[in-house]
């Protein structure tokens, strides 16, 4: 997991020609007038995904992870907290991996929460459990995107 501002972003393209095309489309792009939806930026191999959610309290949380795709998660407006945690130390299935949607449900006792403001994004591996639109005191709408990086 990586955690920071977009500001900082041009430090992190040393991690593949993929991870700077994300950065670039999140740097280069009207994001607060981008509509809800999907864009592609290479194919399947890198898309978008824009979101305007509610966040949730945090006992409502889902921890998820991904096999086929890193997950750049950025604040377009408002905030969100985001649960975090290793993958090894959750060990009971929710909801089997979908390979269509590169979705599973985890459950697990060791996790950590970050707020994430306008501004900030955060980076989830494989390895990444994670719960996003989590409330940071009350529910509040959020517009985000999350770019999606076969790996």
């Keep these: 997991m990586i955690f920071d501002r ?26 607060k007038n981008l509509p809800d939806g999907k864009y592609e930026i290479d194919g399947n191999e890198i898309f978008a995904n824009v979101q305007t959610l509610k966040t949730k309290p945090k006992e ?20 969100e907290k985001m649960g975090y945690g290793i993958l090894e130390d959750f060990k009971t299935i929710i909801s089997p991996y979908d390979n269509e949607k590169d979705l599973e449900f985890l459950d697990g006792k060791k996790y950590n929460y970050i707020n994430v403001y306008e501004g900030d994004f955060v980076v989830f591996y494989p390895n990444d459990v ?9 529910s509040e709408e959020i517009k985000k995107v999350i770019v999606k990086i076969a790996i």
Excluded: C
């Excluded at 430090?11 to 740097?27: M, R």
């Excluded at 994670?130 to 009350?138: G, K, T």
């Design 6 to 31: 977009l500001k900082n972003s041009e430090i992190y393209n040393i991690l593949g020609e993929k991870i700077e095309k994300g950065f670039a489309f999140l740097k280069n792009t009207d994001l």
């Design 60 to 79: 409502e949380k889902k921890w998820e992870v991904h096999r086929k795709y890193i997950d750049i998660q950025y604040v377009i407006k408002g905030r």
């Design 130 to 138: 994670h719960a996003p639109m989590l409330s940071v005191e009350n």
